[in-house]
């Protein structure tokens, strides 16, 4: 059954652990939009694994995994990854980088680090060069990865999208890096990388019409899609199921299932619009137990109640079959727990979730309180095990959402998990 999973929040949902969970099943595993500003952390062999472009198929020798075109990426970047896989003993014979996905330069970094540090524009990006490459590719200038195989053409390509930067930035007063040896460490990149590069559209739709089971796996949540998501304060990629198709070249007939995971509660990094952020002490209780820093740039995350109003709208734009919810551990020791239910604005009450940021911003949340369950849940392995409380929190999830909650996840390892058949 080919499955797409897709973050419902603001990114870092566990998608990591979810996907790594499924991944086993699959014989196709691909990525379809983002870039490295994604950190998927998953345990391998009781070792912590932070992926940020490399798909969780490469975990699994027999599973194809899938950089597919709709993926930016940054090819020193690409190689040092795959480095540090091969050094966990992965032979990663089985990776395809698909040809056509854009490169992220390095004026494309340089652009987002200026562009964060001027007025005109503080999203609290990765400042990875996201924005202005997949900017690049709406623009019509990109260079793509299979660019990297032609010396001659790609140092004439750069030139001339370096004489483009040189302009922009000196009407910032800023000067362009020198990139001559940036240049020659990309072509040094497309020779390693060389093995793996190949069409991923084609190799796709062949594995779609040979029925090979693929997982699509999605990278940032909902709220970031650039078109859906709480804009200006998004990434720069449909990270909804939009992106699936622009990014594969499958069509919506080549998706059988879409899993949306949910954390338990809330987070965001960078700015933006969060109606259920806690700044408070249960919101630092929060962060510390569930570890929430960034696990690609180590910032603090903003944390804060389940936000329903929210959930909903991911559930409803993405066409959302079941929920994996994740974390629902980090939510042991708390006497209560808050869901938001609807919103309050100069309008009234109404469960409409706002994406601009301007309205989002102006709501207030209205809180419904459901009873915690003072007990660890690291070690239950069955749904009939877990208390009372915890199932009637699941239920008001499905309830609300209307979807059914598939798996739980109560802790890091593979094992924690519980998968709820219907
Ligand atoms: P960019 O994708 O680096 O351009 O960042 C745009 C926004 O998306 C910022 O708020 C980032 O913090 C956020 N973002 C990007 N990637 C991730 C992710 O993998 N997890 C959570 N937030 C992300």
């Known amino acids: 059954m080919n499955t797409v999973v897709l973050g419902m929040q603001w990114g870092d949902e566990g998608k990591g652990k979810a996907i790594d969970y499924l991944a086993g099943s699959f014989d196709v595993v691909t990525r379809f939009q983002g870039g490295h500003n994604a950190g998927h952390t998953v345990y391998y062999q009781g070792q912590k694994v932070v992926l940020h472009v490399l798909p969780s198929g490469i975990f699994y020798p027999d599973c194809l995994a899938v950089i597919a075109n709709g993926v930016v990426v940054q090819p020193l970047q690409l190689v040092e990854e795959i480095q540090n896989a091969r050094s966990l003993g992965l032979s990663m014979q089985n990776l395809i980088l698909g040809e056509n996905a854009p490169l992220i330069l390095p004026f494309h970094q340089q652009l987002d680090v200026v562009f964060e540090d001027s007025r005109y524009q503080r999203i609290g990006t990765t400042r990875r060069g996201i924005g202005p490459a997949y900017e690049d590719v709406v623009g019509r200038r990109a260079l793509f990865v299979k660019d990297l195989l032609q010396e001659k053409a790609f140092r004439s390509k750069i030139a001339i999208l370096a004489d483009y930067y040189r302009r922009l930035f000196k009407a910032h007063g800023h000067p362009v890096d020198d990139i001559d040896q940036a240049i020659d460490q990309y072509l040094q990149a497309g020779i390693f990388l060389k093995p793996y590069i190949a069409n991923a559209a084609h190799l796709l739709r062949r594995a779609y019409v040979e029925k090979k089971n693929i997982l699509f796996e999605g990278a940032q949540g909902t709220l970031l899609d650039i078109n859906l998501g709480t804009y200006p304060f998004v990434t720069s990629s449909n990270t909804t199921i939009a992106g699936v198709f622009s990014g594969t070249g499958l069509s919506p007939k080549a998706v059988d299932k879409v899993i949306g995971i949910s954390k ?126 915890v199932r009637s929190y699941l239920s008001f999830i499905e309830n609300f959402t209307g979807v059914g909650v598939s798996h739980v996840s109560l802790g890091g390892e593979r094992e924690q998990t519980i998968e709820i058949d219907r």
């Not at 309008?347 to 994406?355: A, H, K, M, N, P």
């Open 264 to 389: 338990a509660y809330t987070t965001r990094v960078g700015e933006g619009p969060f109606p259920t952020e806690l700044k408070d002490e249960c919101g630092s209780m929060l962060r510390e137990r569930g570890n929430e820093y960034g696990s690609t740039t180590g910032r603090p995350r903003r944390v804060g109640w389940l936000d329903l109003v929210a959930l909903k709208y991911a559930v409803q734009v993405n066409g959302v079959d079941s929920l994996f919810i994740t974390k629902l551990d980090v939510l042991d020791e708390s006497a209560e727990i808050q869901v938001a239910t609807s919103y309050e604005s100069a309008d009234g009450r109404g469960d409409d979730f706002f994406s601009h940021a301007d309205a989002l911003s102006r709501v207030r949340p209205v809180y419904q309180v459901l009873p915690g369950w003072r007990k660890n849940l690291g070690a239950i392995r069955r749904l009939g095990d877990l208390p009372r409380q």
